[in-house]
């Protein structure tokens, strides 16, 4: 069975088509400038999804985006199937779930009901996702369709994890708490850390998981189930990222706000757009660049990563100490997976946990591998995340047999 992955945001959508047989990705692209005048769909398919098909028109709405994309899916020349019935199952990435939904679910009229629900809490994402949703039921009717939500891992965190200090009326009138996100592939590669570390017969009951890409997040999770995580209401929240601060003292809202004659929304998307490594280095919110910038003598670079090193490893310390010690910790998506000196520089000073790297060991990239020293009380891995791959797990096992 194929099952095709949608990311759908307010003005692009991404998908992905992947092969359930061998969990291969036949064909993946990005409809961008959903819309606006001029539109343009880059489709790849082939070996590696190496070959690339590019048309440039306009996307009146999703709708016509998801059209767009299914006919490129068949074309004669660059398509991958020969029939769009050959789709099994459409699965689609949803921002936020609020504290309705603990798991992905087929998509019907409560779940839309639901997903709706939560524009409040996911105003820029959730109607994204809807529609893309909405497109997929217009074009191609009958075919099940499954919403996977970036909080749902996050549900099972206790309330004293996941309630802020503010009065309680505010939680209980507007939901105000701690979500979480990149739950897709806290779950995938959490689930992943336990299958090995127990093949290698080892402990694998309190696991760290550092996601750290663009926007980066940790979660705690003991015996297979999160309970902490370091985003919260929004994934402003937590460690320093590539272009938002992480946390922050909430008065330096009032005071950028004031001093700048900003709004607090626009404060807010200084926050999230302009801080963290991009911000403090002033050169680039990619690491790598932030990487060469500090090699080049930058000093606000290297002040960035130090930045970014120091509150990863305290969420660590922090972690292990709610879950009353560590057995794993574990790196993964973009940075996580590549930047070996990235990974060794959070490590640092955290062999009084146990937590040790091997310096060999830790030159891999973007592969599954142990990076910690032999006999290390802490185990440390590399485990690549794929949380499109984990959207379609869960749209074949909830419409399997449908
Ligand atoms: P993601 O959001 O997971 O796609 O991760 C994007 C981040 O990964 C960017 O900051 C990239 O600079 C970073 N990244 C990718 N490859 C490398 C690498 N080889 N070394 C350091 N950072 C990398």
Not at 120 to 146: D, K
Not at 271 to 284: E, Q, R, V
Not at 321 to 341: C, K, P, Q, R, S
Request: charged share 25%.
């Amino acid at each position: 069975m194929k099952i095709l992955v949608i990311n759908a945001g307010s003005s692009s959508l991404k998908y992905q088509l992947i092969d359930m047989d061998t969990q291969l990705v036949v064909a993946k692209g990005l409809a961008e400038r959903i819309g606006m005048d001029t539109g343009k769909l880059t489709h790849k398919y082939g070996r590696d999804c190496e070959e690339k098909f590019v048309v440039d028109t306009c996307f009146k709405d999703h709708t016509s985006a998801i059209q767009l994309v299914l006919e490129a899916l068949v074309d004669k020349d660059h398509g991958v199937i020969a029939d769009v019935k050959e789709i099994g199952a459409v699965g689609h990435r949803v921002l936020h779930g609020g504290d309705k939904f603990t798991a992905s679910c087929i998509v019907d009229d409560a779940c839309k009901k639901a997903i709706r629900d939560c524009f409040p809490l996911g105003p820029l994402h959730n109607p994204a996702n809807l529609q893309g949703i909405l497109a997929c039921e217009a074009v191609m009717p009958g075919t099940p369709q499954v919403a996977v939500f970036d909080t749902a891992f996050h549900q099972t965190m206790p309330p004293e994890a996941y309630m802020y200090g503010i009065p309680m009326e505010y939680y209980k009138k507007y939901a105000i708490r701690r979500y979480g996100f990149h739950g897709t592939s806290h779950r995938f590669v959490s689930g992943r850390a336990i299958e090995i570390l127990k093949a290698n017969g080892k402990k694998a009951d309190k696991i760290v998981i550092c996601h750290l890409g663009n926007g980066s997040s940790l979660s705690a999770v003991v015996n297979g189930k999160c309970v902490d995580t370091s985003m919260g209401l929004t994934p402003l929240e937590g460690v320093l990222m590539g272009t938002r601060s992480g946390s922050l003292d909430p008065a330096v809202v009032e005071c950028i706000a004031n001093n700048e004659h900003m709004t607090v929304t626009e404060t807010l998307n200084v926050l999230n757009k302009k801080s963290g490594l991009l911000g403090i280095s002033g050169a680039s919110s990619d690491m790598r660049d932030v990487n060469k910038a500090a090699e080049e003598g930058n000093k606000d670079a290297q002040l960035a990563l130090d930045m970014w090193a120091y509150g990863i490893r305290k969420y660590i310390g922090a972690y292990a100490a709610a879950m009353g010690g560590i057995d794993a910790l574990i790196f993964t998506a973009g940075i996580g997976e590549n930047d070996a000196a990235g990974r060794a520089k959070v490590c640092e000073g955290l062999s009084f946990l146990g937590i040790e790297i091997d310096e060999a060991k830790n030159k891999v990239r973007g592969e599954e591998a142990c990076i910690s020293k032999d006999g290390a009380p802490v185990q440390v891995w590399v485990i690549p995340t794929n949380e499109e791959l984990a959207i379609a797990l869960d749209t074949l096992a909830l419409t399997e047999g449908k």
